[in-house]
């Protein structure tokens, strides 16, 4: 700033003003700062600035798993909230691992972040962290699932009612054998998604055997090897609901590789709605839940926040939607066509007439 104000033959003081906008300076001497400052590419340092105001126009993002395709949508409506609000993100990746997400918040807290938006990660101990006061802490929004203890804003999905539309889907389809695999114990939308599962079968008085539900990690290899455990099974299920679409991508994968046909042989709905769902043969039965409306809802919410709003924590949720798709089919045609091509079938089918 003293190059600045040497150069513009100006002082301190009035290059600040035109750098920071806080007081009227005339005209010639904006022009002179301005010119100056072209000139010897000086850029104010965002760092030094959330030093003296002690908060910055960052705000980080801390997400489980980078490589899952649902959470890009999520980080992509946040930026684009955030981007109109002149705020930046800067994001972080846990890989579920708790500790990497403490040290991240400990980091973006000490970079003076204006606040955090957070997706935790399994086993998350993000409430402990935040909400028992211990250390000043910016305004945080979790997004997707709460860790337990959060009591904080969140902006989530209905994830029960869409695995309880997914589940009585199958149901009005004919299936009574159904099987879940469904994701960490420990998430709470895993959980959440396997109540709604539950319920749909409890309201429809079937059945379900505890080995029908399998645990995975919400990624397509554990889908895979939870969905071999099921169709090895005798009897085995006649549909699956996969808590989400990567674990529904392993389930495909197992049928295949079982040389079972998909839905002839098991009928299929996933969660997320991913974009490779119409893509995939057959096209995936899933339960959309809109991930770019949900990150940019946290993000206003958070920017509300910063901006003062003194209100109670908020809990927002978005509704989900089944979008069907041909994994599913429904099971008496099927039973028709098995009994059509039983040996015992064939002998009592008349004679095709021949033509002359």
């Not at 100056?36 to 030094?48: E, K, N, V």
């Not at 126009?57 to 798993?65: E, F, K, T, W, Y």
């Not at 399998?214 to 895979?224: L, W």
Request: proline share 6%; charged share 20%.
């Amino acid at each position: 700033m003293q190059q600045i104000a040497d150069r513009a033959q100006v002082s301190i003081g009035t290059v600040s003003h035109v750098v920071n906008g806080t007081a009227r300076v005339r005209s010639n001497l904006r022009y002179r700062v301005r010119e100056a400052i072209r000139t010897l590419g000086f850029q104010p340092s965002a760092l030094a600035q959330g030093l003296r105001l002690n908060r910055t126009r960052i705000l980080g993002m801390i997400i489980p798993d980078i490589t899952n395709p649902f959470f890009p949508g999520v980080v992509r409506g946040a930026e684009d909230l955030a981007f109109r609000n002149s705020y930046r993100i800067v994001l972080c990746n846990t890989d579920n691992d708790p500790s990497k997400e403490n040290l991240y918040i400990a980091e973006l807290k000490s970079l003076r972040a204006a606040g955090l938006l957070i997706i935790p990660a399994a086993g998350s101990d993000l409430a402990s962290e935040l909400m028992t006061g211990r250390s000043p802490s910016p305004p945080v929004v979790c997004i997707d699932r709460c860790p337990t203890g959060w009591t904080g804003d969140a902006v989530v999905v209905a994830n029960e009612e869409g695995a309880y539309q997914a589940t009585m889907h199958l149901i009005r389809s004919g299936h009574r054998h159904l099987a879940v695999i469904t994701g960490p114990g420990l998430l709470v939308n895993a959980a959440e998604r396997l109540k709604g599962f539950k319920r749909a079968l409890r309201d429809s008085s079937l059945p379900l055997a505890s080995e029908f539900i399998q645990e995975a990690a919400f990624d397509t290899r554990s889908g895979f090897q939870a969905a071999r455990r099921l169709l090895r099974m005798l009897p085995r299920p006649t549909a699956i609901f996969a808590c989400n679409d990567l674990m529904a991508l392993g389930v495909l994968h197992a049928v295949h590789e079982l040389g079972l046909r998909c839905p002839e042989d098991v009928s299929l709905v996933g969660f997320d709605n991913l974009e490779f769902c119409e893509y995939t043969s057959p096209a995936l039965t899933s339960v959309y839940q809109p991930g770019y409306q949900v990150g940019a809802a946290a993000a206003g919410l958070l920017v509300e926040r910063i901006k003062g709003l003194k209100d109670a924590p908020r809990r927002i949720i978005l509704e989900t939607e089944l979008k069907k798709r041909s994994s599913v089919v429904s099971i008496e045609p099927i039973n028709r066509m098995r009994s059509a091509r039983s040996p015992s079938a064939r002998k009592k089918r008349p004679a095709s007439p021949v033509l002359k």
